[in-house]
């Protein structure tokens, strides 16, 4: 059984920073794409960012651009989103997901697309 269990998330000031964790389990992820989404409440699920498992190639929204990092770690199983500059309107409840990839296909930014989530972990940016 897929398990992804998302931690890391807080209060933090305008432009502090965080590290959200996820770590997955049940499987090997090896051919998946792991990604982030956040959400907030009467809005949609938004793309943050996804990394290749296999490979390790990233893609960002453009609005977390040169501020937040995706990375894993293949020992642990894990896969982190370290997040800096945070901004009030990063203020959302984050989720991890996961999708197996085509070899060579790009990240997707579509939320219906993925197959495993998390619970999601609460991030908050007071201003």
């Known amino acids: 059984q897929v398990q992804l269990v998302e931690s890391g998330g807080g209060l933090v000031q305008d432009g502090g920073s965080l590290r959200l964790s996820c770590e997955a389990s049940?499987?090997?992820?090896?051919?998946?794409?792991m990604g982030w989404f956040r959400q907030i409440p009467g809005k949609e699920r938004e793309f943050v960012s996804g990394?290749?498992?296999?490979?390790?190639?990233?893609y960002y929204a453009d609005s977390v651009k040169g501020r937040f990092t995706i990375s894993r770690d293949s020992a642990k199983n894990t896969v982190y989103l370290q997040m800096n500059s945070l901004k009030p309107e990063d203020t959302a409840v984050y989720f991890c997901?996961?999708?197996?990839?085509?070899?060579?296909?790009?990240?997707?930014?579509?939320?219906?697309?993925?197959?495993?989530w998390g619970q999601g972990t609460q991030v908050t940016v007071s201003s």
């Open positions: 997901a996961a999708y197996r990839a085509l070899t060579y296909s790009t990240i997707t930014r579509d939320s219906g697309s993925y197959d495993y």
């Open positions: 049940g499987r090997s992820f090896s051919g998946y794409v």
């Open positions: 990394i290749r498992w296999s490979g390790g190639h990233t």
